[in-house]
């Protein structure tokens, strides 16, 4: 009987001793590591696609501004939803991904119910999936809030946007306004401004009904280069130059130049009173004409309160 007893209390020291064991490996399997935390606080958040290469070479502009759409979001909860585009013999295609994701080291991450190889490398994400021509296809993502996508110079305002649409057709307009399309025909330059590269911003009026309205930034970002579907890869390269024409805009991009970036809008326009010219394509721009020789440039925008906010700019004739 007292080796029985004896037995079973043995039984019952192992089964505690096994199952404080067993807690304490649950425990230290759960423990993140600092490389985990720290890989997981770089993973959370919502990503841009910033640019796209199939069999190594970048995607051209037509398809890039399709692409670009793409983006990502990761949760604390681990969970992932990935929206991209694909480009496979011209044609184009939508692929959602979803699913959950675990943190094995630093950089290192691993992504269940994906069809593509998702990987985090250094401060991109990094999308490769092959089309059906067997082409491989790689997208790189970058955080929405990374410094590329900052302005370094908040004096200049692109006030043509490339997304906005094209309103070019005439509006309907019964005023006879030859006598001021006379006066303002020529160069016209902005003044009441202290930013060197803003300084060299002109309106010229061609025609009775065209002018061209060019803008200088000091310099240009990722989001610059995106919204004109510009397809470079991370980081930037320091020396960089491109130019491409979209619509009614010219845009030439020179990291050499002391005005990196240099815009020219080929606008139609129409009088429609002693003072007022709309703008065809752009219906947020509006010219004043407060004398022969002065006239205010007028742009109105929505913020992202949807407040409306309005930005003037003087000219005066050359």
Known sequence: MKDLLKIRSW????????????????????????????????????????????????????????LKESFANFSPDNTYNVTYKKISNGSTSTSTLSGTYTVIGLNS????????EIKLVGETLQITSTNTQNKIQVDIFIKSDNDEFELDNNDSVDVIEDEQEDNSSDPANDYDGSELISKIQGNWIITDV?????????????????????????????????RNNINVGYPMPTQFSA???KSYNTVSFDTEAECQFIKKSELNYTVINAQTIIINEVSQLTIK?????????????NDEDSNEQVIQFRFIKV
Not at 109 to 116: G, P, R
């Open 109 to 116: 991450v691993a992504f269940f119910n994906s069809i593509s």
């Open 11 to 66: 039984m019952i020291y192992a089964f505690i001793f096994s199952l404080a064991l067993f807690v304490s490996c649950e425990k230290d399997e759960s423990k993140e590591t600092p490389e985990q935390i720290a890989t997981k606080e770089k993973l959370i958040g919502d990503w841009k696609l910033i640019s796209s290469k199939v069999d190594g070479i970048f995607i051209g502009i037509e398809d890039f501004s399709y």
């Open 194 to 226: 202290d930013n060197e590269c803003l300084k060299q911003n002109t309106i010229e009026f061609k025609t009775s009904d065209l002018l061209i309205f060019t803008q200088h930034k000091e310099t240009f970002n990722r989001a610059d280069l995106i």
């Open 289 to 301: 004409m407060l004398n022969d020789n002065t006239l205010d440039l007028i742009y109105t925008y």
């Open 243 to 245: 130019s491409i024409t």
